[in-house]
């Protein structure tokens, strides 16, 4: 009933909204809001505060001002280890994006269509679908130091070593990468290929009457629909590796040495292994504010106002 | 002609190649788990973790059935909870006009992007606060606050996607605002919630950091959990036959609980595909 009165209630100034209905959306988004309250401002607002605190196992912070940010900048570990976020975070985002790229313009514009095209993308799903923990076993198989390890055997069947090659401690972080790479693929992939399948089959069809060459419908056709999509995963990845830390916790965990130790992973071990919570913190504070800088380029690539659609009625 | 079968070839030997070490893997998987390598003979001695407890490399853990049915508890936790509070919110999100909104809408992007995994150190503290280390409700709450932004932004997706001239002719029909959303746009964004399910139940299943952090009791781990600490304790796998025994037995479901459920992959627009 009392959207009819709304409707020319909207257009005239008089029309107050009852309380009732005021107060009606926020029902809605309470729990969304309770949560995100507690778990995420709280927490954002806590690793601020704890970052000016040398709050340590003993549990009795105390304030020590900027004390922990001076130590960080002047901690000898830190070169080592901005170097290799760069390093992880630069090229996983490289090679994963080319892989994506590649695979999704051969099965969505060479195959399309063709059964082999679904076996493929089915098969580099399946890297991302498996669980991490159950994942990283094969590389560790694969990448075993002993004898019992693929890649050892195989060198040693040949001849081409004559003793196993210790490969987390030479290139320890070859493997993470080559690891993290492998099973995100899939996402980009995912993301480019439903970009790819979009153009119309016309397109494709008047190049080919125009006597284009595969290289232009490539270049011309394909790679500005996915300009996009292309953006939105650079970030997105991007964000993802000098953030989180799980394949490399499960693979090396940081070592050998700190070798394959980006950051966030230092923040996470002088938190929790070293118990120096406040410098952790401070650590992670460092990677909050590196990936507010992305997020934001990433709000500002994205026109804003444009993603979100105003609803077309009052209530 | 032939130039055009030429290339079809290398497109499908490049690919091939690309493939190979994935197909490597999964028979990897199975022949690590049933294949004694020393003496060349198959047999199913590693899965008898079925029957007994593990014990791994000094580290004892309980039997897995009671594991088993953590995880489904766990998992399925988390998809209701994901659900009920996503549905609602994305529909205020999608429908409704309040006060705010506009910020409200800023912060959930700003927050689907941002890696909430930075703010575990104090996160962990209040826990410890609320009391809440080492029990369900805490890993519950940290789990799902963290995926509800991206759970929410593809529900909205789906609401914007009902025409509005539905719910006007429920409400013109008599429905209450309430009753047109119950019953006439919830049906419409199946689809959705089928798709949030999805992710949330993968999601779930394959948790294990939250449980290597706030869970030290054994006997409350999930799968993922219970493999995790297996993985993680020696730099090196000393028994790939038993890790691979029950990493298949855990992964073999969720391929098979994917295989029927791949189509959602592909339906939804998981944000920044299309210029919008």
Redesign the interface.
Known sequence: ?D?LTDRPAAVGPAYRKPFKK?I???L??M???A??L???V??????VA?SFTDLNASMKPKFVGLENFKRVFADYNLPDILRNTAIFAVLSLAISLL?AL??SV??QY??KGKI?AVV?R??????S??????Y???W??LF???E?G?VNRILLQFGLESDPVSW?SKAAMAIVILATV?STISGGM??LS??IN?IPEDLYKAAKVDGAS?KSVILKIIMPTLK??L???T??EL??F?????FI??LT?G?PMRDTTTL?LY??QQ??NLKY?GY??AV?LI??AI??VL?LL??RL?D?D????P????? | MSTRTLKQLLVHTYLTLFTLPIIAMIVWYFLAATLNFTTGQFSFENFSFFREPVEYAGVELPLIWPIVLNTLVYSFLIVFLEVFISVPTAYAFSRLDFKGKNAAMKFLFLMRSFPGITLIIATFFILVQMHLVNTYLGVLLVAVTGSLPGRVYIMKGFFDEVPWDIEWAAMVDGCTRYGAFKKVLVPFVLPGIGAISVFSFLGAYGEWFLFKLLIFNDDMLTLAGYLARLVTKEDQILNYGLITAIGLFYTLPIIVFYIFTQKVFMKVNLGGAKQV
């Open positions: 009933m959207h005021k009606y959306p926020y809605f988004i729990p969304f809001a949560l995100v507690v778990f995420f709280l927490p954002a607002l806590a690793t704890m892989f590649v695979i051969a099965t060479f195959l082999a493929y089915v098969l580099w799903l399946i890297p679908i498996i669980p991490a923990v159950v990283v076993t094969f560790k198989y075993d130091p002993t019992g693929l987390f492998v995912i993301l439903a970009a979009s595969e996009w999509p953006m939105y995963i970030i997105s964000i993802g000098v953030s989180s830390y799980f916790m499960l965990n070592g966030s923040a996470y938190a929790f919570y952790g913190a992670s990677v909050v990936s507010f997020t990433f709000l994205f804003f444009e993603m979100i659609k609803s077309r009625i009052e209530d």
